[in-house]
């Protein structure tokens, strides 16, 4: 065999020739490399070559790095996709984490030891990913070695979404949320997950299933309100070969990726009747008929739905099955919002800003204490996903490692969210708590006013102790005790 056979390939997309060339030089003794000037040449290449990691400038002629990148994530899921740019364009970025799912946003001028460690470990990142797609095939031949190779894998996955590896504070209003749900992970219960978007739902949908005896099995997340009805059948079921034009070979449904595990089905509130109907047979028949099969097939799944929709007024007003809603709320959790929250925004940002650092080539950057204070004093209509994003576009346009307050958007800067209701600017009331008990829903409220109160002083603590008629001693009790020192 000729050496660079054994090599990964990589494939470097830039139209500028000289920065082809010094990526080759960087990496050309560790792997092929193969070159590309635009996304045309680029598709040749991958459809020649398997390709184990694609570098990928975001200015190009034509198509974008990031539009590029998403039709290699559809056709190529299996590349690792990376993005280098000598620009800082915000949108850019977090596009490319949402939609492109890059592994990593390498800016230029980029270091060449830097450039050749993250390309090395995105290579064995693919190697080890392709491995785990192995394992079942080489479980057939039910070797001990290979059954503890799989129960110490498992053990690991196990303990990335444990309930305590969900980021929050020590007096969280989480962790009653966390000691109820790991309760009844152990048990076979369907379970509806209620609460606003990007509240971290899915969040707590993975930890149930990694505590559950279904652990072993699948988890598998499917946005209900994503599917067209024109899909609907075959993305639930599956189809057989030739069951309608375009059905060029069998397909499994979402059930049956699913068998002997966990279906997730986010925004089921969305959902149309003909959905509702077709799931609700699942759950009753436990068999689902792929489109064009002779005969059902038997499926063994736990479902646990989530929405942010109220599911019992949807089902006063006619938009709901009232029999399926019953047989998805067999244990109703319900997620706050993070601006109940406020103790979780710190920590929850620092997890993000080592996450979202490692990710965009920036591992040493830390959120400073005028920067946390500011995090706390915005109210997250977005809740989790909206601090993400928030938060990258912070790292993305810092200088140094530290991140300062003043790389936050204005909304973020000013303290309230624009034109949704309920915010301070809005000229509305803070909105009450709808969830908890009656000391939790004042606690909660005593949050908002400290919060706001502190935001307006711009966190001068003797004025904002003199408007609210305490000590200086007194407010920072205050303050520790509901988590807004950060």
Known sequence: MNPLEALPHVLVVDDEVHSQSAMRRTLDEDFTVHTASNADEARAQMERHAVSVILCDQRMPGLSGVAFLKEVRERWPDTVRIVISGYTDTEDIIAGINDAG??????????????????????????LQR??????????????????????????????????????????????????????????????????????????????????PRGGGPFVVENCAAIPDSLLESELFGHKRGAFTGAYEDRPGLFQRAHGGTVFLDEIGETSPAFQVRVLRVLQEGEVRPVGAPRPVPVNVRVIAATHRDLEQRVHEGLFRKDLYYRLAGVSITVPPLRERAGDIAPIARRLVREVGAELGRPGAVL??????????????????????????????????????????????????????????????????STGTLSERLDAIETMVLRETLLRHRWNKTHAAKELGLSRVGLRGKMARFGLEG
Request: with cysteine.
């Open 368 to 433: 400073n204490d005028e920067a946390i204070a500011c995090l706390m004093g915005y109210p997250w209509p977005g809740n989790i996903r909206e601090l993400r994003n928030e938060i990258a576009r912070a790292v993305a346009l810092s200088d140094g490692d530290e991140v300062q307050a003043q790389t936050f958007s204005l909304r973020v800067l000013h303290g309230h969210a624009g034109l949704a209701t309920g915010s301070p600017a809005s000229g509305q009331a803070l909105p009450l708590p």
């Open 131 to 212: 491995s785990m797609n192995r394992m079942d095939l080489d479980m057939r031949t039910s070797t001990p070695v290979l059954r503890q190779r799989v129960a110490h894998k498992l053990a690991h996955v196990r303990s990335m979404f444990d309930f305590d590896r969900i980021e929050r504070g020590s007096n969280s209003p989480l962790n009653a949320v966390c000691s109820m749900a790991e309760r009844v992970a152990r048990y076979d219960l369907s379970v509806l997950v209620l609460g606003e978007s990007g509240s971290g739902k899915e969040l707590i949908a993975r930890a149930i299933h990694y505590a559950s």
């Open 102 to 127: 890059i592994y990593q946003y390498i800016l230029k001028p980029w270091v060449p030891d830097h450039l050749l460690q993250t390309v090395r470990t995105a290579a064995e990142a693919q190697t």
